[in-house]
């Protein structure tokens, strides 16, 4: 790779002949020796064996060629006579940097062919100039060896080029240290301090950068997909975490009776067998019947025999046939109710005094245990009439979704918004208008929907006094049927309301 430093110091090498202690390099202090940092102007002509953020080191010395080689005489001018060489260096394969000048292509291939026999670890080549600009690009022709470039190819080892001025000095500074320890700059100093038989030599590095700490695309690419994934794997855990926390809310507040699900329209609930058997089941008595159970008939009242077309159930206005009901058990209680119920409001059949079993409800209204059980067990747990629930107080379905705790929170922020009037105000703004309100907005209560720009289905309610209608018998029937229509929805909707 590209070389981004050359640093050069001294560098003090035990004799490997009576140093058992051959390994133990010691850096001359820079008071006391050469020491040069080249940290640009480098060319970089070859990268190979080496890569990003290798650093080549090795002792600095200068190939030596052929006696008869040409270059010899060519090089002498830009190649000191006692420049360290490899028989200037210890007996020993140590790692090595040569150095040489780029005089002709002939003498360039016949320095790299000497190198590539020693243990070398780069080369460095320097213009035969004393110029410090960096050297020409690679591709000048200066460069050029005339064989194609296969000499890249060839020598396995870097190759770099410096400014002539930094390669005259270091060539200059090689002859100086390349003999005795006593010969050099502050010799007597470092013969005190090291044994003066050992060698001191230029220590060359060569640095290529760091090394790429940043990660490749792939690796970036996992990176970035694992953090996605333990953000989510959170957010996912949190939003679970607060859902189930919701939920268990919304569980505690039905039962403790602050919000009734099917009421407000958010979950259909049905009853179960066993609640439904609790609630009481007795006789019907008319108000005004005998003692008996059946009504008193007035003097010289006419005896009607039955027939057998007349001992048949009346149908139904529309034409269908009417239920017939079971015969009560002799075992169940008779009563007369404090107020007047005569039909079921399910099947629209009378009640016969002293002979129809019936249901109650909590609301006290009555229905056929056969019309009202089967109801109760698959539609909705509240009464067809009034829209109470039947359901003791706390009692809560066996599973709370996050739906219905979403819809509960919609609709009691909506409540939280409704304005109620003043119930004392007249509907013209002033008190005092001699209506009664508590008189007037009285139970029984139902269900309106209301939408206000919502995605679900959200309700409030709106309690009033049913108006007494003088619409003949036929009417009223046929506003019982389409109330219990509506009543009979898919347990999966909405409580409809009426």
């Known amino acids: 790779m590209a070389a981004v430093g050359i640093k050069t110091s001294v560098l003090v090498i035990p004799n490997p002949e009576w140093s058992m202690t051959s390994n133990d390099f010691a850096h001359v202090p820079a008071n006391l020796s050469f020491t040069q940092d080249l940290p640009s102007n480098i060319r970089t002509l070859s990268t190979n064996s080496i890569s990003q953020g290798d650093t080549a080191t090795g002792l600095l010395y200068v190939p030596d060629l052929e006696p008869q080689d040409p270059c010899v005489n060519s090089s002498s001018p830009y190649v000191p006579a006692n420049v360290t060489r490899q028989a200037n260096l210890p007996n020993k394969d140590y790692d090595l940097i040569a150095i040489a000048p780029w005089i002709s292509a002939e003498c360039t291939l016949a320095y790299l062919a000497s190198a590539r026999s020693d243990p070398i670890h780069a080369f460095l080549f320097f213009p035969p100039d004393h110029r410090t600009a960096e050297p020409p690009l690679p591709n000048d022709p200066m460069w050029n060896l005339n064989d194609g470039g296969d000499w890249k190819a060839i020598n396995r080892f870097p190759v770099y080029a410096i400014p002539g001025q930094v390669g005259w000095t270091l060539m200059n500074q090689s002859s100086h240290y390349s003999g005795n320890m006593t010969d050099v700059e502050f010799g007597q100093v470092l013969s005190e301090m090291h044994d003066s038989r050992d060698y001191v030599r230029l220590y060359t590095e060569i640095s290529t950068g760091s090394r790429n700490t940043l990660p490749s695309l792939w690796v970036f690419l996992v990176i970035v997909l694992a953090v996605l994934l333990v953000i989510i794997f959170i957010t996912s855990f949190t939003m679970r975490w607060i859902q189930k926390k919701r939920r268990q809310a919304l569980r505690r507040r039905v039962a403790e009776g602050e919000v009734d699900l099917e009421a407000l329209g958010i979950k259909r609930v049905t009853v179960p067998k066993d609640v439904l058997e609790k609630l009481p089941l007795f006789v019907y008595v008319a108000p005004g019947a005998g003692r008996d159970g059946c009504a008193e008939d007035p003097p010289n009242a006419p005896v009607q025999v039955p027939t057998s077309e007349s001992a048949l159930p009346d149908p139904l206005p529309d034409g269908s046939p009417r239920i017939n009901h079971p015969t009560p058990s002799p075992s169940l209680p008779r ?105 007037v907005l009285t139970p029984p209560t139902v269900m309106m929907r209301v939408t206000a720009g919502l995605s679900g289905l959200t309700s409030l309610r709106f309690p009033y006094r049913r108006r007494q209608s003088s619409a003949s018998p036929r009417s009223r029937v046929n506003r019982t049927n389409a109330a219990n229509t509506r009543t009979r929805m898919d347990p999966d909707e909405d409580v409809a309301t009426t």
């Open 335 to 439: 009563r007369v109710l404090p107020f007047s119920q005569s039909t079921c409001p399910i099947c629209l059949d009378d009640f016969t005094s002293a002979v129809t079993t019936v249901r109650e409800l909590p609301c006290s209204h009555i229905f056929h245990p056969e019309c009202v059980d089967d109801f109760f067990q698959t539609t909705s747990s509240l009464c067809p009439l009034c829209k109470k629930s039947i359901l003791p107080a706390g009692h809560c379905p066996p599973t709370v979704t996050n739906t219905m705790v979403r819809r509960e929170r919609m609709i009691r922020r909506m409540r939280e918004r409704v304005v109620v009037p003043d119930m004392g105000m007249g509907l013209d703004g002033e008190t005092g208008s001699g209506v009664d309100y508590s008189q």
